[in-house]
């Protein structure tokens, strides 16, 4: 069974003060691993998919690394607008758009 | 270009009801995926529909179930609702062109379903 773990479930951060989530998964064979952020009450905005591993992909303080059973968001000198809940997803080989999702873990940037 | 879009955002039903909630996905997205999302379970998938047809179900009973029609708008029905129901039903809409690709899911904003 597709399982995806996510750590910390929460974090909280000074502004400037960089970090990194950490999301752990096993897939019967790894379409893409999908993150989002979702802020409260609202649904997931989409951030990066990753395909393979050794892939990097940046988005202003964002940046999100691969590997074989992990992924990594490194967040660089957040700002409190960077506070929301981060989710981890995989999709798996074959023909359904499927996404088995981590819990997430819950951002908190301090001014 | 336009987003995906839900309707109703909330809703209040009673213990025995059922309720439908639909999905419009971003034009040209021919895949339309529901989950619930509650805060012990985090988010689960419920189905996926393709061209008016479901090409995967999750571990729910089959009280709930789902329809494409053939502009890919999508609907969710929930019979027979239980207390437990009550959560934050999300659609996410992608362009699924096949070839074994990985496409952008975008998710709606959700309706929010509470059971009394």
């Known amino acids: 069974e597709d399982q995806v773990t996510q750590s910390p479930e929460a974090l909280r951060l000074q502004e400037g003060e960089s970090s990194s989530l950490n999301c752990s998964y096993t897939v019967s064979g790894l379409r893409g691993l999908f993150w989002y952020r979702q802020d409260p009450g609202k649904g997931p905005e989409f951030l990066f998919t990753l395909y393979s591993a050794g892939e990097e992909k940046e988005k202003e303080r964002l940046k999100a690394t691969l590997t074989k059973k992990e992924s990594f968001l490194h967040i660089t000198a957040p700002k409190p607008e960077d506070s929301a809940t981060y989710l981890c997803a995989v999709q798996a080989q074959g023909g359904s758009e499927k996404l088995v999702f981590g819990k997430g873990t819950k951002l908190t940037v301090n001014p | 270009k336009a987003g995906v879009t839900q309707t109703p955002r909330y809703l209040i039903k009673t213990r025995g009801q059922q309720v439908t909630l639909s999905c419009s996905p971003i034009s040209g997205h021919r895949s339309v995926s529901w989950y619930q999302q509650t805060p012990g379970q985090g988010l689960q998938f419920l189905f996926e529909?393709?061209?008016?047809?479901?090409?995967n179900k999750g571990n729910f009973p089959g009280r709930f179930s789902g329809r494409q029609f053939s502009n890919s708008r999508s609907e969710m029905n929930v019979s027979t609702l239980e207390l437990g129901d009550s959560a934050l039903y999300l659609c996410?809409?992608?362009?699924?062109?096949?070839?074994?690709?990985?496409?952008?899911?975008?998710f709606g904003p959700g309706t929010r379903l509470t059971v009394t």
């Open positions: 529909y393709f061209s008016e047809t479901q090409r």
């Open positions: 996410a809409s992608s362009l699924a062109a096949g070839g074994g690709f990985s496409y952008e899911q975008y």
